[in-house]
Structure formats: C-alpha cells, structure tokens
Nanobody
Framework: QVQLVDSGGGLVQAGGSLRLSCAAS????????MGWFRQAPGKEREFVAI????????YYADSVKGRFTISRDNAKNMVYLQMNSLKPEDTAVYYC????????????????WGQGTQVTVSS
C-alpha cells in the first residue's frame, strides 16, 4: 500500500517556476515507478513525466521537455517535479502517481494517486 500527498502548486506568472513535491508513505515506495500527470478543466488527464524506481528511465511529454525535470529521493520517499519557463497552457491540477509496471504513459496502469495540486500560470 502506498499513500501519496501532492504539494507545491500555486499561482505564478508566465516564465516563472514552481517545484511540486509528492510525499509517499509505505515501505515499498522505492519499487514503484512514479509519474506526474495533469488535468486541465474540460480536458482528459495527460501524462507529464515518469521516472523508474532505479532512476534509469526518465521520460517527458513533448510539451514539457526541456522545461520540466522529474526526480526522486527513495531514501526520503519523495518525488519532485521542477517546472521552469511556465506557460499559461501548463495550468492544470497536477497529480503524482505510483505504478508497478506496464505502459507508464497510460494513467490506467497507475495503482496509487495523490490528491492533486493546482498550478495556475497567468499570462
């Protein structure tokens, strides 16, 4: 069992930065691949970034590549999403999620989800 708590969202101007954090509980956290997803109003939840449990695999959505950085600290049971050069189209609720495997681009393959944190980017 893994419980996830997202934090770090807020209101920022375009071009600014935010760092999202995801605190996980559970002894088996380090064995899960972790992902960040986001959902804007009226849109489906979409993949943002993933990181494998050994940090050997990291993928980003094309829309955030070069601006966002995902990282994890297994000793602290934490996952982070550093977001730079934010754009208004990045506005969404951001969720961290944990997966035991499968297609990590698909939200259906994630077993546990955080409650979400709102990110709003003003123009």
């Amino acid at each position: 069992q893994v419980q996830l708590v997202d934090s770090g969202g807020g209101l920022v101007q375009a071009g600014g930065s935010l760092r999202l954090s995801c605190a996980a509980s559970g002894r088996t956290f380090s064995s899960y691949a972790m992902g960040w997803f986001r959902q804007a109003p009226g849109k489906e939840r979409e993949f943002v970034a993933i990181i494998s449990w050994r940090v050997t695999t990291i993928y980003y959505a094309d829309s955030v590549k070069g601006r966002f950085t995902i990282s994890r600290d297994n000793a602290k049971n934490m996952v982070y999403l550093q977001m730079n050069s934010l754009k208004p189209e990045d506005t969404a609720v951001y969720y961290c999620a944990a997966s035991k495997g499968g297609n990590l681009y698909a939200s259906i393959n994630y077993d546990y989800w955080g409650q979400g944190t709102q990110v709003t980017v003003s123009s």
